[in-house]
């Protein structure tokens, strides 16, 4: 089994994540504690989706996020470069009615303004070009397009964070180990989650990718994240706005 290093090259991380489809949500979902499941139901309610709005799922890998969009009646596409993740998903009887197409986070297959929304879960920090996906994202949604970014980040209560840190690097792969197809992929997600930026770094970093209105809610305590911008709505429109947090579920 492959496992991508912190390098990020896309042709590893994408073999890894092949590795890992037949059992990635299950094991998402005991690694979570089944908290993924609220995780996705709040990426879904910031994205304050109408029925018929045209939804790009980046990162998508089985499809499990893009039917809770679809649930609210959005046109939502799923999109992933790990063919064996778009396989895995298209075999699940449950994601019959799901649309999966091929594609990188830095070279995206649509046309500019395609879509009404964006999101991607849990994917940002395996892109080898963060700034790149932002702007390629960005591209594809039409102005006044909402963008919806859920990521692991930071527990914001010290002794708090000091417990999970430890749960990412000990027990995270020991845990993979049992449930898990490969379970040093693992090992890379506990290392690519420790390296990646907290809230306020990352809501620069969409900034000054173009987009406006950033802001971010932290889940379970800060353990995730979900960061919410806007495309402008004109070019002359002022972006790379920086305000405060909006709150904390």
């Known amino acids: 089994m492959t496992r991508a290093t912190l390098a990020k090259e896309p042709s590893e991380v994408a073999a890894m994540f092949d590795g890992v489809a037949r059992r990635y949500d299950v094991t998402n979902t005991v690694l979570s504690f089944g908290r993924d499941r609220s995780w996705r ?127 990412l690097m000990r027990a995270l792969p020991w845990v993979a180990r049992r449930v898990s197809s490969n379970p040093d992929a693992y090992v890379y997600l506990a290392e690519s989650i420790r390296a990646w930026p907290a809230q306020d770094e990352l809501g620069r ?9 950033v802001q971010y809610r932290n889940l379970t305590g800060g353990i995730v994240a979900l960061h919410i911008a806007e495309k402008p709505r004109t070019q002359s429109a002022r972006a790379g706005t920086w305000p405060s947090p909006a709150g904390t579920d």
Not at 62 to 77: I, L, Q, W, Y
Not at 139 to 154: D, M, Q
Not at 205 to 211: D, L
């Open 41 to 167: 139901r709040r990426t879904r309610a910031v994205l304050q989706l109408q029925p018929g709005d045209r939804v790009l799922d980046l990162a998508a890998g089985t499809g499990v996020s893009t039917v809770e969009f679809m649930r609210a009646g959005a046109d939502a596409v799923a999109c992933d470069f790990s063919l064996g993740m778009l396989r895995a998903g298209r075999a699940n009887k449950r994601r019959r009615d799901v649309r999966f197409v091929a594609g990188d986070a830095v070279h995206l297959p649509f046309r500019d303004g395609a879509f009404d929304a964006v999101t991607i879960s849990f994917g940002l920090r395996n892109v080898v070009d963060v700034s790149g996906a932002l702007a390629e994202m960005a591209r594809v949604v039409r102005p006044g397009g909402r963008l919806v970014i859920c990521e692991f980040s930071r527990p914001t209560w010290r002794p708090f964070r000091i417990v999970y840190l430890n749960y």
């Open 205 to 213: 970093r969409i900034a000054a990718a173009g987009w406006t209105q």
